[in-house]
C-alpha cells in the first residue's frame, strides 16, 4: 500500500520509526475518509436514489425515511470503526509495546472491565452525529421550499416545478448535490471523532489512574497551532480532559482533528522521537494563556531522547 505523505513532513535519521508509524495513522485516517466521502461512498448512493424521485419532495414521510436511512448507515459506520476495532488496537498495542511486568498489571486490571465506559462514550458521539444529519435534512426541506417559491415567482406550475426538482436530484447537480456533500463530510468527522474518541476509551479502561498520556499530532506540521502546542506534551488524562482531548473542540482544527491520545509507556516506544513545536502566544487561537504555560511546562515535557 503506499503511503500517503502529509506536507512538509521531513523524515530525518533517527527518526524513521516515529515517521513511519505516524505515516501509517495518517494513512489509514485518510483511506476512510475517501471510502465516506467518495463518489461511491454509500451515503452517495442512499442521496441519489432519493433525491431522483418525486415521492421525496411529494411526501413528508419520504423525508423522514432518508433521514432516518442515514442515521442508520453512520451507525453502522461509526459502530465498524468505534468500540471493537479500537479495542483490538489497543490490546494489539499492549502486546506489542509493554513489557511482561507491565502487561500483566494491565491484563489484570483489564479482566475487570466492562466496557461500560466506551459504550456510554459511543453513544454520546453518535447523538452528536445524528443531531448533524437533522440539521442538515432541515436546511434540505428550506432549499426545496425556497426553489418552489422562486420557480412560482417565475411563472411555473407545480407539476414543471417537481420535473425541475428530480432533474436535477437526477443529474447530480443544484442544492440536492450541496446537501449530499455536506452530509458525506459531516460522516466523515464523526468517524474520524469515534476512531480518537473510541481509541482513548479502549486504551482508558485498561490504563493505571496514574498513567500519563502523550498528545501525537498524526498528520505533523499540517496540524493547527493548537495542536502544534500540543504535540508531544505528557499529562494525565484527567489533566487532557480539562484542556480538551483531540476532537473536542478545545483545538481550532475542532471534530476536524486528526491527533491522538496514548499511554505514554506505549507513545514512547511507538513513537520514540515525537517532534514538539515552539509554539508562542500569538500562535495559538483557542488555547488559553494558563493551558500553554500547562504545556511549555518543562515537568509536561517528554524526557530527553523520548
Given amino acids: 500500500m503506499a503511503i500517503i505523505k502529509p506536507n512538509n513532513l521531513v523524515i530525518t535519521v533517527g527518526e524513521e520509526e516515529t515517521a513511519y508509524e505516524i505515516l501509517l495513522e495518517y494513512q489509514r485516517a485518510k483511506v476512510i475518509d475517501e471510502k465516506i466521502r467518495?463518489?461511491?461512498?454509500?451515503?452517495?448512493?442512499?442521496?441519489?436514489?432519493?433525491?431522483?424521485?418525486?415521492?421525496?419532495?411529494?411526501?413528508?414521510?419520504k423525508m423522514r425515511d432518508l433521514q432516518a436511512e442515514l442515521k442508520e448507515e453512520l451507525a453502522t459506520v461509526m459502530e465498524a470503526n468505534g468500540i471493537k476495532k479500537s479495542q483490538v488496537y489497543a490490546s494489539k498495542s499492549l502486546d506489542k509495546y509493554l513489557d511482561k511486568s507491565e502487561l500483566a498489571d494491565w491484563k489484570q486490571r483489564a479482566g475487570r472491565i466492562t466496557g461500560t465506559l466506551s459504550r456510554k462514550q459511543a453513544a454520546a458521539r453518535l447523538k452528536v452525529a445524528y443531531l448533524d444529519i437533522e440539521k442538515n435534512m432541515g436546511v434540505l426541506k428550506i432549499n426545496i421550499d425556497q426553489f418552489r417559491i422562486n420557480q412560482k415567482a417565475l411563472g411555473?406550475?407545480?407539476?414543471?416545478?417537481?420535473?425541475?426538482?428530480?432533474?436535477?436530484?437526477?443529474?447530480?447537480?443544484?442544492?440536492?448535490?450541496?446537501?449530499?456533500?455536506?452530509?458525506?463530510?459531516?460522516a466523515a468527522v464523526a468517524v474520524r471523532r469515534e476512531r480518537a474518541g473510541a481509541q482513548l476509551d479502549a486504551y482508558a479502561e485498561v490504563t493505571p489512574p496514574r498513567t500519563k498520556?502523550?498528545?501525537i499530532t498524526v498528520n505533523g506540521p499540517k496540524a493547527c497551532p493548537d495542536c502544534l502546542a500540543r504535540a508531544g506534551?505528557?499529562?494525565?488524562?484527567?489533566?487532557?480532559?480539562?484542556?480538551?482531548?483531540?476532537?473536542?473542540?478545545?483545538?481550532?482544527?475542532?471534530?476536524?482533528?486528526?491527533?491522538?491520545?496514548?499511554?505514554?509507556?506505549?507513545?514512547e516506544k511507538q513513537f520514540p522521537q515525537v517532534k514538539m513545536y515552539n509554539i508562542k502566544k500569538d500562535d495559538v487561537v483557542l488555547t488559553t494563556d494558563a493551558e500553554l504555560r500547562t504545556l511549555k511546562a518543562k515537568s509536561n515535557r517528554p524526557k530527553k531522547g523520548k
Fill in 38 to 61: 467518495g463518489p461511491k461512498s454509500i451515503f452517495q448512493k442512499t442521496i441519489d436514489n432519493a433525491v431522483g424521485k418525486k415521492s421525496l419532495y411529494n411526501d413528508p414521510q
Fill in 233 to 267: 506534551v505528557v499529562l494525565t488524562l484527567a489533566r487532557w480532559r480539562k484542556i480538551g482531548t483531540p476532537g473536542s473542540g478545545a483545538t481550532i482544527c475542532g471534530a476536524h482533528c486528526f491527533c491522538k491520545l496514548i499511554p505514554l509507556p506505549i507513545a
Fill in 213 to 215: 498520556w502523550q498528545w
Fill in 156 to 186: 411555473r406550475s407545480d407539476a414543471e416545478t417537481l420535473r425541475e426538482l428530480v432533474k436535477l436530484g437526477k443529474e447530480k447537480i443544484g442544492f440536492q448535490q450541496g446537501f449530499a456533500a455536506q452530509i458525506k463530510k459531516d
